[in-house]
């Protein structure tokens, strides 16, 4: 078999794919540091011999500036990036402080100082901050992922942020439609993904490096546009208040001109998700005591509550859906990132981690009853969810 196919292709969610390439590469000795590898960018035995594959590519030859992701698997391509004089751009971890950090070594730098400058502590210790005006022009983008196909169609970790990164740039205008893409993985993660489990926020590559090939995709699927305002699972509210530098792009959009409602904030539900953030405490006091039949007892979830409050006028529009059997080391942003892929977006969720279960608030019936369809069978971590309306939405009816 090709050293693409050494795990079991055509699995049926980006979820299923991720879980079985982290599995994979912890159990054949694959996975390198930080491990566990699980809810990362994989780090993989050869990173560094796939990273110098770089150097031969005409992309690489030609480009002046070149933006690499943070992962560990991508230090060899910082490092390449450094030592062939490119100015080299790194995005800041989960863009929290701004874009890109660009790396300066220091005059007359050695190998050893270009070593420690292509590290994470090095990208902290040789940087400046690159904001929305700072003129970039990337000729290369190096993204890292968790798996893809010799078609170009990439899954990274469930967070976004690589894709998100690519939408911003092309907003502002420091790539173009032909800037080529290239990933760096383990032969092991290049394997067959379905066209259909791709969103059009998602970011296709042009290139393969692994240990063993360099893999030219002739890609044809456009790359994003722009940022999707739109979509909720390409923004939502709670990306924009933690990135910070979205929410600048999004006002200098609307200025000029474009539409910037985000699906969360779509006027049809605007009245809901009002009564949802006002009403917090009511709504975390409601879904509180309502666990589903044979669930562990009632801890104390991670919102604060008030039981004795009654419930507020308007606020029983909202429906909740009950997901338990969660595993204790998933995080709440895993099952966000699942929610987003299924496009079912809760207005709200009630994180009850230490309990293995989580409460999903959705505006109406209908949207909780899609919620519950939709994740019906869904694996996350290994274990296979249990998914049904909350009491209280039963009984009503």
């Known amino acids: 078999a090709a050293p693409g196919r050494a795990l ?27 491990r566990p590898v699980r809810g990362r960018i ?12 770089l150097r031969e590519l005409d992309a690489f030859s030609r480009a002046r500036e070149v ?31 701004g874009l890109f950090n660009r790396i300066v070594p220091p005059p007359g730098a050695t190998k050893e100082i270009l070593r420690r ?28 992922s968790v ?7 990439r899954i990274g970790k469930g967070e976004g942020y690589a894709d998100m990164e690519y939408a911003m740039m092309v907003s502002m205008g420091a790539v173009q439609e032909d800037t080529p893409v290239v990933t760096i993985v383990h032969d092991c993660q290049v394997l067959d993904i379905a066209e259909e489990i791709l969103d059009d926020h998602d970011l296709t590559v042009d290139y393969i490096l692994t240990p063993t ?23 939502s509210s709670e990306m924009l208040g933690k990135i910070p530098i979205l929410k600048t792009l999004r006002s ?12 969360d904030e779509h006027p049809a539900l605007a009245n809901t998700n009002r009564a949802a953030v006002s009403n917090k405490k009511l709504m975390a006091a409601n879904t509180q005591p309502q666990a589903a039949p044979g669930s562990a007892p009632v801890g104390q979830p991670r919102v604060e509550s008030d039981p004795v409050k009654p419930r507020s006028e308007g606020s029983d529009t909202i429906s909740t859906v009950y997901v338990g059997n969660l595993p204790g080391r998933l995080r709440v942003s895993e099952l966000k990132s699942a929610l987003r892929e299924l496009r079912v977006v809760p207005v709200r969720v009630n994180w009850q981690g230490a309990q293995h279960r989580a409460f999903l608030d959705y505006r109406d019936q209908g949207a909780a009853d899609r919620a519950v369809s939709s994740l019906q069978g869904l694996s996350l971590g290994g274990s296979a969810l249990r998914v049904e309306l909350a009491k209280s939405q039963r009984n009503k009816g």
């Open 117 to 144: 400058c292509a590290t994470s502590q090095g990208v902290k210790d040789y940087s400046v901050p690159v904001g929305l005006d700072g003129k970039a022009q990337v000729d290369l983008v190096v993204v890292g």
């Open 213 to 235: 090939r360099t893999i030219q995709t002739n890609c044809k699927r456009p790359k994003p546009q722009g940022i999707m305002w739109h979509k909720a699972s390409s923004v």
């Open 252 to 263: 200098r959009e609307k200025q000029a001109g474009k539409d910037v409602t985000l699906q």
């Open 67 to 97: 933006k690499v992701d943070p992962d560990k698997p991508l230090e060899g391509a910082r490092l390449a990036a450094l030592q062939a004089r490119k100015t080299l751009l790194v995005p800041t971890p989960r863009l929290r402080t």
């Open 8 to 34: 079991p292709s055509g699995p049926s969610s980006k979820w299923d794919i991720r879980e079985k390439v982290w599995e994979h590469l912890e159990a054949s000795g694959l996975a390198e540091f930080p």
């Open 147 to 153: 798996a893809v196909s010799e078609k170009g169609w």
């Open 42 to 53: 994989p780090n993989f035995k050869g990173s560094l011999q796939a990273c110098c594959s």
